[in-house]
């Protein structure tokens, strides 16, 4: 690996001037892994997390952020909310963005 970056730098040559590229060589390295490692799973996962919340729909039961448990009974397309019957007789209205996980369907 040392090799390699004395390779890329240019040697140890007298007079000779530097290779940038072996310069830049860790850097890029680095935001590569940081790629890989975190920005490309954050993506994944908020495109699984909206698709997730697209296919809601009447009579899933959900989860919220909070941690309350309910069943959807209606959904405000143009307001993006969700009515939520979370006991009986007890109805919510919740922002969509706070649904945390689609458990089922009621049957």
Known sequence: MILF???MAGGSGA???PNSFGFFLPIIMIFLIMYF???RPQMKKQK???LMLEAVKKGDKIVTVGGIFGTVVGIKEKENVLIVKIAENT???LVKTSV???IGREE
């Open 5 to 7: 970056i004395t390779l």
């Open 15 to 17: 007079g000779q001037q």
């Open 37 to 39: 490692l975190i920005f």
């Open 48 to 50: 699984e997390q909206k």
């Open 91 to 93: 109805k919510i209205e």
């Open 100 to 102: 945390a996980k689609v």
